[in-house]
């Protein structure tokens, strides 16, 4: 292993370097050279990372299919498909977050602190769904807790609406590390899941909040800057139809303020659409 620098300054820089790379997390207390493990050498047996719940006391949900057939370890499908009946299964809001704080067919479970499961209102009119949780959001465990959720709180009130008329949540309910875009297998095991919670919240109106949730929920191809502003339908799987908007993800609008007008015009369309249904 590289030779570390002794002094504090050299230290900092490097762990800095790290932090700006992504690398922010410690799986470990100590690092592994694994090029230099003997091959024969097992992975040292962190977690099960593709089991069903991790026990049956934790839902109260029963019978819940549980476990993957060991063949079937390490195929999406096979853990996508778990997914769907585990969620399935769950009855309320409730249920289906014991279920998801059970579920260990995603991996990034077991390098998130927390399940980021939902913030606001389960009742709420609007539900706005983004891509997955920050390290703020992470460290809370609740959805769009930092700078995000802080210029949607804005956006929010400039339609006269806070949290508690809102219900928030993301398509990935846990971190991926160092904040990196979650994979296809990782949102196709997540989705079954994000789905049900939108069908037991049951919303009137649906904002997905950057192009990842458009595509995933709406199952647009074009990118978010054709797809915003309009209104498509949401089919859930119990047949009832969501109108639903893309619109620019916070992130996005941070990093780029002069398009903050597009979406505010979008969240305009939304208080029009509340206040004509009212
Ligand atoms: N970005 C998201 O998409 N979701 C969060 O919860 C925070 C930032």
């Known amino acids: 292993?590289?030779?570390?620098?002794?002094?504090?300054?050299?230290?900092?820089?490097?762990?800095?370097?790290?932090?700006?790379?992504?690398?922010?997390?410690?799986?470990?207390?100590?690092?592994?050279?694994?090029?230099?493990?003997?091959?024969?050498?097992?992975?040292?047996?962190?977690?099960?990372?593709?089991?069903?719940?991790?026990?049956?006391a934790a839902s109260p949900v029963s019978p819940l299919p549980r476990a993957l057939p060991k063949a079937a370890a390490g195929a999406p499908d096979e853990v996508a498909s778990l997914a769907r009946?585990?969620?399935?299964?769950?009855?309320?809001?409730?249920?289906?977050?014991?279920?998801?704080?059970?579920?260990?067919?995603?991996?990034?479970?077991?390098?998130?602190?927390?399940?980021?499961?939902?913030?606001?209102?389960p009742e709420a009119r609007v539900m706005l769904v983004g891509e997955a949780p920050g390290a703020e959001e992470d460290r809370i465990g609740k959805p769009?807790?930092?700078?995000?959720?802080?210029?949607?709180?804005?956006?929010?009130?400039?339609?006269?609406?806070?949290?508690?008329?809102v219900y928030v949540a993301n398509i990935v309910p846990w971190r991926p590390p160092g904040n990196r875009t979650p994979?296809?297998?990782?949102?196709?095991?997540?989705?079954?899941?994000?789905?049900?919670?939108?069908?037991?919240?049951?919303p009137e109106f649906l904002l997905c909040l950057g192009g990842p949730a458009a595509q995933n929920l709406l199952g647009l191809k074009d990118g978010i800057l054709r797809t915003r502003g309009r209104w498509y339908t949401y089919q859930a799987e119990d047949g009832r139809e969501i109108r639903a908007m893309p619109t620019l993800h916070p992130a996005y609008l941070l990093r780029q303020p002069l398009q903050k007008r597009l979406g505010w015009r979008d969240f305009m369309a939304l208080r029009r659409a509340l206040d004509a249904k009212e």
Do not use: W, Y
């Open 85 to 121: 009946e585990q969620a399935r299964h769950a009855q309320s809001l409730e249920e289906l977050e014991t279920i998801l704080a059970g579920f260990e067919g995603c991996a990034l479970k077991f390098s998130a602190k927390n399940l980021a499961f939902a913030d606001g209102n």
């Open 1 to 56: 292993m590289q030779d570390l620098p002794s002094d504090r300054d050299a230290l900092r820089a490097l762990l800095d370097f790290h932090v700006e790379a992504g690398v922010d997390l410690a799986l470990d207390e100590t690092p592994h050279n694994r090029f230099a493990e003997p091959k024969s050498e097992p992975a040292p047996a962190r977690s099960p990372p593709l089991q069903g719940t991790a026990s049956p």
């Open 183 to 202: 994979t296809p297998q990782e949102i196709a095991i997540c989705k079954p899941f994000i789905a049900r919670q939108i069908e037991l919240a049951s």
């Open 144 to 165: 769009f807790m930092g700078r995000s959720g802080q210029l949607l709180d804005r956006m929010l009130a400039t339609i006269g609406l806070d949290r508690s008329q």
